[in-house]
Structures are given as structure tokens and as C-alpha cells.
């Protein structure tokens, strides 16, 4: 069936359009995969009937692929399917751009991404080179510091064209994201299945592993980004001291700091901070740590990613406009799904509803008390 917007230009009519810095009244006008004005909203076109029109928005980091390669526990999917449906995911969440994050190593529980890793790569690139993606698909590796076997894992995929972002991580507890070494223990003779007295020596094992590699393969994965000109970020930062070693080795990025004195520190180097969007949608972070609400009054978000969730993003941007005790409007709540990330990336050509940007645009609905996807555009193209 031809859609309207198939043809090289259309306008999308009466829509409350979302720009950087205001809620305006107009249509939208697409030629060639761009924008090319925005202009009154009775012009001829596809009429949004007032529905708000945001920009596609930009997901830095989402683990969403890995519910579809590990569907459940001891069970694997290929990567083509599992991305097919990956794919279908993020875009009816009205991401336009996504960063798949794929991790390089593995602390202790979850040794089967190492063996995912170089197919699922594979496997994405080849979607992308046939156009069978509805979003566009990159990579942000993450890379787990506190396993050796990083050091050649990075080597091998770095290079990979999708690569875009590159994290540092060390999940070894007792410092960053867990600090209750005991809870660690219990998860891990859950997870593996082991009695308790072996978890609690693998876990030690883990512990001392990390102090003794992660510099070296941190200092390595950090090398091989700066190399390439690819954006990094340290991931679950505690404390001023975990900020500082990050802004020494070249971090512009703080994905996830845990702390408020952490966030304050990146902020004050200069380091952008992200967070994770179910973190607002739930009131409170999953681990105990820092709630993004805490961090919005205080000034110190820069941009949202879904982490787990990738529908997250555009109910936690409408919900922070409409939470009346942060103050922050819906033009900036947008940009912090849209327009930043895309900053932080690297990616000047979307993220925000201008003339000359590309044409990545979602129709929002307000329906039942909630805000639902209506249509999708990557470049122009209706994928949604």
C-alpha cells in the first residue's frame, strides 16, 4: 500500500511541534530525507490532528538485544531473528537511532555474551549493509575491565564500522554499582547454580581478579578508542576519585554515575551525564542507588538512555515535563532523548526538528493518560 509519505517530499499538517527551545503550532515539511521548513499548520499535507511531533529519538544504551538472543534462562536465539524483533521493539518505542550495547568480556554471571558477541556484531552488520533495519542500528561496546580476556576481545571488534560508543565497566562488587559483597554471593549461587561456600570463593576470586587486571585492560580499551576517535564513557562512577581517574585516561562521557557526588564531579569536569530513563519511570533506582529525579532537581542530566527498556525514553521525557515540581519543559525534556545524546555521540545531523536536519520524527498520542507512539520516520521514510 503507498503511503503519502513515501513521495521524495510531503508535509506533516497541524502537529504541536517540538523544537529545541519551544511548543509550536505548524507543519512540517520533508524533502529528500531532510527538513526542509517548518511552516503554518493549515498548510496543505498529512494532518497529525494536533498530535505532537518530537524529534526520533537517540538511544545511547540499550541491553534490550540480549531478551531476544536469551529468551530465557539456558536458552539462546540466533542473531538474526533476535535482532529482527530487537529492531521492532526500538522503533514502535520511537527511537530512531539506537546503540545496541554489546558486551566485551564478562564479570562472572553472564559468560555467554562472550560467545555472542562476534555473531550478534556480525549479524548487525549485515542488516545494516542490506537495509533490513527499521532504526538505525550502532554499537556501543561495553567493555568489562575486570576480565583479561577484554584486551583481545576489544582488538578484534573495534574496528567494526558500526562501532560508534565505547564504555568502561568493572561489575566486580564492593565498589561502584554493588557494594554488598554478600547479596553479590547469593546471586551468584543462584544464578550458577553452585552452594554457597563456592560462590563466595568465585566472588572473592572476581574481587581480586579486578584489582589486579583492570588497570591494564582499562588503560588498553581506552588506547584503542582514542585510536579511533570513538566517544568513551565510565559506567557506574562512585565516587570523585572513580570521576577523576576517568577524566585523567580521557572519558568525556558519565554513563550511570551511582551517587550524587559523582554526578557533581563529572559535571564539573566537564563530562556529560547519562542516565537511565526506567530509573525516573520507577521512581528509584533497582540497585539503591541515586534516583534520576534527585539528579534532575539538582541539575545534573544531560540525557536519558533506556538501559533496558527502550519505550522508557519517551514516557520519561513527557513525564519530567509534566512533573510540575522539576520545572522543566517539555522542549528540554525532549532534547534530553534526542538532541543530547546525539550531541555526545557525535551526530550532528539529527535530534532535533530544524531546517537541514535529517527527517527523523515521531507522532506522539495522548490517549487513556498516556503517550503512545503514532507513527515513526527515519529519514524521511515512515518505519513505523
Not at 513525564?319 to 510540575?324: F, G, K, R, T, V
Request: aromatic share 4%; with cysteine; proline share 5%.
Amino acid at each position: 500500500m503507498f503511503d503519502a509519505t513515501d513521495a521524495p517530499e510531503y508535509r506533516l499538517t497541524d502537529a504541536r511541534i517540538v523544537t529545541a527551545d519551544a511548543v509550536i503550532h505548524g507543519s512540517v515539511i520533508v524533502a529528500d530525507g531532510r527538513i526542509a521548513r517548518i511552516g503554518a499548520p493549515d498548510e496543505p499535507g498529512i494532518g497529525l490532528g494536533g498530535d505532537y511531533l518530537i524529534p526520533g529519538l537517540v538511544d545511547l544504551h540499550t541491553d534490550h538485544v540480549e531478551t531476544h538472543v536469551f529468551p530465557r534462562n539456558g536458552v539462546t536465539w540466533a542473531p538474526e531473528p533476535a535482532l529482527a524483533a530487537h529492531d521492532g521493539v526500538v522503533v514502535a518505542g520511537g527511537v530512531t537511532t539506537v546503540f545496541d550495547s554489546l558486551c566485551v568480556g564478562a564479570a562472572m554471571h553472564n559468560a555467554a555474551r562472550r560467545e555472542l558477541l562476534l555473531p550478534l556484531i556480525e549479524a548487525l552488520e549485515a542488516a545494516r549493509a542490506e537495509g533490513r533495519f527499521r532504526a538505525e542500528h550502532l554499537l556501543h561496546l561495553r567493555c568489562e575491565v575486570c576480565d583479561p580476556a577484554t584486551v583481545e576481545l576489544v582488538d578484534r571488534v573495534i574496528g567494526s564500522p558500526s562501532v560508534r560508543l565505547v564504555s568502561v565497566m568493572d561489575h566486580a562488587p564492593g565498589d561502584r554499582q554493588v557494594l554488598d559483597v554478600e547479596s553479590w554471593v547469593q546471586e551468584t549461587a543462584r544464578d550458577m547454580k553452585v552452594p554457597m561456600d563456592e560462590a563466595r570463593a568465585l566472588t572473592e576470586e572476581l574481587i581480586a581478579r579486578s584489582k589486579r587486571v583492570s588497570p591494564e585492560v582499562r588503560a588498553h580499551v581506552m588506547a584503542a578508542a582514542r585510536a579511533r576517535g570513538i566517544p568513551v564513557m565510565s559506567h557506574d562512577d562512585r565516587s570523585e576519585a572513580h570521576v577523576e581517574e576517568a577524566q585523567a585516561q580521557g572519558v568525556t562521557v558519565s554513563e550511570f554515575p551511582v551517587t550524587r557526588e559523582a554526578a557533581m564531579k563529572a559535571r564539573e569536569l566537564g563530562q556529560a551525564v547519562v542516565m537511565g530513563a526506567p530509573n525516573f519511570v520507577r521512581g528509584g533506582s533497582q540497585s539503591g542507588n541515586i534516583s534520576v529525579r534527585e539528579l534532575l532537581e539538582h541539575g545534573l542530566v544531560d540525557a536519558l538512555a533506556s538501559d533496558y527498556v527502550p519505550g522508557s525514553l519517551l514516557t520519561a521525557a513527557f513525564a519530567i515535563a509534566e512533573d510540575d515540581g522539576l520545572g522543566i519543559g517539555l522542549p528540554e525534556a525532549v532534547a534530553m532523548v534526542s538532541r543530547r545524546p546525539a550531541e555526545i555521540a557525535g551526530l550532528e545531523d539529527r535530534g532535533t526538528i530544524a531546517r537541514e536536519m535529517r527527517a527523523d520524527l515521531v507522532r506522539v498520542r495522548r490517549s487513556a493518560g498516556h503517550n503512545h507512539v503514532g507513527a515513526v520516520w527515519r529519514e524521511g521514510r515512515r518505519v513505523f
